[in-house]
């Protein structure tokens, strides 16, 4: 009982910092009028946007909102996937087999730092400015933190786990499926969220350069037509769609990763 | 009557065993293990007592076929032992049950790995589970369990896949007084139960003493067999009995007492 009153009080807590975002914003804006309507727009407009561009409208960049959120999401998971399917593989295969280690792992030491913004010329260059080269970003932007991330997981193998599972008579391959892995996964889970912000945070980069749709394009666009309202309507839907895949992948975790520590 | 090569009753044989490791410098060699020599009986409760860090783990892991000697070798029913087997369970000192697998997960581990059927396996985990006192925590994960608790799951995982020799490097080292008097006598009761040839490490001579049917005392770094007694006491056994006090001030007089 009191403990449910003690979490009722931080929703309380949580619901006012936001009010009082909106109300110093409203303030500033329709109120005291501070700041012009042209930098930064009253929340009341900026909801009407946000309503208007919901329910079908397609101005000022040509498109619904549902539309660019269709074509952005195209774009962030089909790279998302790609390169999570080859990071976590590539990751586990670099850290479980060491002559493979001493292939790969140079190669992909000197490919990691680089940013996957950095990959956005050649992109252009290999694959034009249509869907693949923005796939391709977002796919540099994945790879790197799930590949570094499972990597980092199956090294934490304690070796008297595998020496439990060798008195057991397990195989290598056992070992590795039933121990190394299951040992991994909840920074496996941990690379597959940060591959998610960070092909997110490409998308709109990438999108801001040659798109005809999507979010980074919409206000892209609203920002050359000086359209602050709509700009802020695309960064909203841009944190709150980024919030939700975040959240489906921490439920999945919960999911599948048991026992804590 | 016993012969010299060994005879059948012999679990295990363990001939003139030493392990040398290279020295951290890279330089020259670290001799832990000397010449150490042994055979362990049917149903015998053997405790390896001796001080310090030196090379006890490292002879367990020899003897389960995890590691081998730079010199001798180790027989188990007759075949030498080269790789580990499920006829050698092992029971760690602590850290070893897997985080990400209940109680019930982590007992079938062993059958599941040697392929056994999901009805069987769980029959087979269910008796251990019984057997060490746990039933009703099947599907508890360790991260839930106390220490005491934790280290029956591990008694009952290396029970599962019924082995001939359990060996046992301290389990109980890191339990607070009271919970390792409590498991001692657990040990005792399960052991009693189901009878197996323990190996069982300890440096604390009450446990040794408590334990065992025979005790081996080693020197320490590097280790080799000092002296070997046979404690006949009954079970169970009382830490004040004046026997058992005697036996404790010999063994205890005889321990190497450096680092």
């Known amino acids: 009982m009191k403990n449910k009153t003690a979490k009722y009080k ?17 303030l500033v804006t329709d109120i005291l009028h501070l700041i012009s309507p042209m930098m930064l727009p009253s929340p009341a407009k900026v909801l009407n946007t946000l309503i208007y561009k919901l329910t079908g409208g397609v101005n000022p960049d040509g498109a619904t ?21 080859v990071g976590v593989p590539l990751g586990i295969a670099m850290a479980w087999n060491r002559k493979f280690e001493m292939f ?14 950095a990959w956005i010329p050649l992109m252009i260059l290999w694959l034009g400015i249509g869907y693949w080269s923005k796939v391709g970003i977002i796919f540099f932007a994945a790879f790197i933190s799930a590949t570094i991330n ?38 496996i889970f941990t690379g597959l969220r940060l591959a998610l912000g960070s092909s997110w945070v490409a998308l709109v980069a990438a999108e801001l350069l040659a798109a005809t749709r999507g979010l980074g394009y919409m206000i892209q666009v609203a920002r050359m037509l000086g359209r602050p309202d709509v ?3 695309g960064m909203i839907t841009i944190g709150v769609i980024g919030y939700l895949l975040s959240t489906v992948l921490e439920k999945l975790q919960n999911k599948y990763v048991k026992g804590g520590k | 009557m016993e012969s010299a090569a060994g005879n059948i009753a012999d679990v295990l044989k363990c001939s003139h065993i030493s392990k040398e490791f290279d ?23 053997l405790v390896l007592f001796g001080p310090g860090q030196c090379g006890k783990t490292t002879l367990l892991n020899i003897l389960a076929g995890l590691e081998s000697p730079t010199k001798g070798e180790v027989v188990d029913h007759g075949k030498k032992v080269t790789a580990p087997a499920p006829e050698r369970g092992v029971v760690y000192q602590k850290t070893a049950l897997f985080p990400w697998l209940t109680v019930m997960g982590n007992v079938e581990f062993g059958p599941k790995v040697r392929g056994f059927k999901k009805e069987e396996r769980k029959k087979i985990a269910d008796h251990y589970i019984d ?19 934790r280290q029956r799951v591990g008694i009952a995982r290396a029970y599962s896949n019924n082995p001939s020799l359990m060996l046992m490097d301290e389990p109980f080292g890191h339990l607070d007084a009271q919970t390792r008097y409590m498991m001692e006598e657990e040990l005792q009761r399960i052991w009693q139960k189901e009878k197996r040839a323990v190996v069982f490490v300890t440096n604390n001579i009450e446990e040794a003493l408590f334990l065992a049917d025979r005790i081996i005392l080693m020197t320490n770094c590097p280790s080799k067999i000092k002296k070997e007694y046979i404690i006949d006491l009954p079970h169970p056994r009382s830490y004040v009995d004046p026997e058992f006090l005697r036996l404790r001030r010999e063994i205890t007089e005889n321990m190497d007492k450096s680092m």
Not at chain 2, 133 to 148: A, R, V, W
């Open chain 1, 150 to 187: 499972s990597y980092a997981g199956i090294k934490r193998t304690s070796q008297v786990h595998l020496w439990v599972a060798s008195t057991f008579g397990a195989s290598k391959r056992q070992m590795l499926f039933k121990v190394a892995i299951p040992t991994a996964l909840p920074m």
């Open chain 1, 104 to 117: 790969a792992k140079p190669l992909f030491d000197v490919i990691r730092p680089i940013p996957a913004l």
């Open chain 1, 231 to 233: 700009i802020i309507v």
């Open chain 1, 10 to 26: 931080y929703r309380i807590l949580s619901v006012c910092s936001v009010i009082a975002v909106l109300f110093i914003w409203e």
């Open chain 2, 131 to 149: 057997l060490v006192g746990l039933k009703g925590f099947e599907k508890s994960y360790p991260s839930q369990l106390s220490g005491g608790m």
């Open chain 1, 65 to 85: 909102l549902l539309q660019h959120i269709a074509a952005s999401m195209k774009i962030a998971l089909g790279g998302y996937t790609v390169g999570v399917l």
């Open chain 2, 23 to 45: 020295s951290f410098d890279g330089t020259g060699k670290n001799l832990v293990l000397e010449d150490i020599d042994f055979s362990v009986k049917d149903n015998e409760f």
